[in-house]
């Protein structure tokens, strides 16, 4: 047997060695995997900011500039924020798509009939306000709280001054004298699209019934001038042009298109009984999904109280709903020719009826 000497520093064994750096490598690979995982260090996300420091959204169906000096009032009053977002078009005909307007917290509306579509499509959150019962009138209120009526506007006759004279018009003591033959060829109206004329169909089904009013609305559109124009505004360029002779219009739209042009030979044909003037009404009511329903209603109250409902119903020439609230200068004059108005949604349980005669007359 020949003995083998071992001296420092000398690897007698590599094979050896390097099996033994394997096992000692597999060691700590084991030792590691069976250690547990260290738990995830958590990493604090922003906290949202809070809802009270959130301003207002507030969808409006006319142009955002007609209202946003209302709202500058109120922020400057309160410190309260406020972003108005303008759907289509003043007094738009489209409805309010409240399922695509989820972060509204206040629809501003321009007519009943817009008023009414979002709330028969439970778009409103029913607001109980003292405030609001006290400073607007039960006819411009819904009877379930969801909203509130803040302006008005009248359906006036307006007519030309140069081709007619105010005593021919003695015998238009309601809205269905004007489907009289004397009118033949002179009369023009807006589409019955518009707002206002939707409620005033809907209040001629109440006053008569519904064959009377088809008649009525029939007679109309027999003594046509021509076709129906677009919108109120069109209608009063025609008045003007001398391509009709007389027509119904809002009184909001009459007071824009006389600040435009105080030359124009427009004049207003007053029922003897203001009670067969029709009123349309724009207002408001607190989102269904608002994020901030306790603030939104707290501005909802404010808007009717007396310098704030002025403000806003003078930026869209309407009358005030508070009755304590100072009409605008320019139509002041016209508040004789309307009386207490008519329970609002009276005429909008009427507007699907309405809708119905207005396609059977073929009045579009």
């Not at 064994?13 to 000692?24: D, E, H, V």
């Not at 209608?235 to 003007?240: M, P, R, S």
């Not at 108005?341 to 579009?364: C, G, K, N, T």
Request: hydrophobic residues 45%; aromatic residues 8%.
């Amino acid at each position: 047997m020949v003995a083998t000497t071992w001296r420092p520093g000398v690897n007698v064994n590599r094979q050896a060695t390097k099996s033994l750096f394997c096992f000692l490598s597999l060691l700590l690979i084991l030792v590691a995997c069976s250690k547990e995982a260290p738990a995830p260090v958590a990493i604090a996300e922003p906290a949202p900011a809070p809802v009270q420091n959130l301003p207002l959204v507030v969808y409006a169906s006319m142009p955002g500039a007609r209202v946003q000096s209302v709202f500058d009032a109120y922020t400057a009053e309160t410190g309260n924020r406020v972003e108005v977002r303008s759907t289509e078009g003043e007094n738009s005909r489209r409805p309010v798509d409240v399922e695509s307007l989820p972060d509204a917290d206040l629809y501003l509306l321009g007519s009943l009939a817009s008023l009414w579509s979002v709330a028969e499509r439970d778009g409103f959150r029913p607001t109980f306000s003292t405030l609001i019962d006290d400073n607007i009138p039960v006819e411009l209120r819904d009877p379930e709280s969801r909203w509130t009526g803040l302006a008005t506007s009248a359906r006036l006759v307006v007519y030309n001054t140069e081709l007619l004279d105010a005593d021919r018009l003695r015998d238009i003591n309601n809205y269905a004298a004007l489907g009289a033959e004397q009118w033949r060829g002179k009369l023009c109206l807006s589409s019955s699209a518009v707002p206002g004329n939707l409620s005033l169909v809907a209040f001629l089904i109440r006053k008569y019934d519904l064959r009377d009013a088809e008649i009525a609305v029939r007679r109309w559109r027999g003594n046509f001038a021509t076709d129906v124009f677009a919108d109120d505004a069109d209608l009063l360029d025609a008045i003007e042009a001398g391509r009709c002779q007389i027509g119904i219009a809002g009184s909001n739209s009459l007071a824009a298109h006389v600040a435009a042009n105080a030359a124009a030979p427009l004049g207003i044909h007053s029922f003897a009984d203001a009670a067969e003037t029709v009123v349309d009404v724009s207002g408001a009511g607190v989102s269904r999904h608002a994020n901030n329903p306790e603030r939104a209603a707290e501005l909802l109250s404010w808007l009717t109280s007396n310098a704030p409902n002025a403000l806003y119903a003078a930026m869209g020439n309407e009358f005030p709903a508070n009755a304590g609230s100072r009409t605008a200068p320019g139509i002041e004059t016209w508040r004789g020719s309307v009386a207490a108005p008519l329970q609002q949604s009276v005429l909008a349980f009427l507007h699907d009826e309405a809708v119905l005669l207005v396609e059977r007359a073929r009045y579009y």
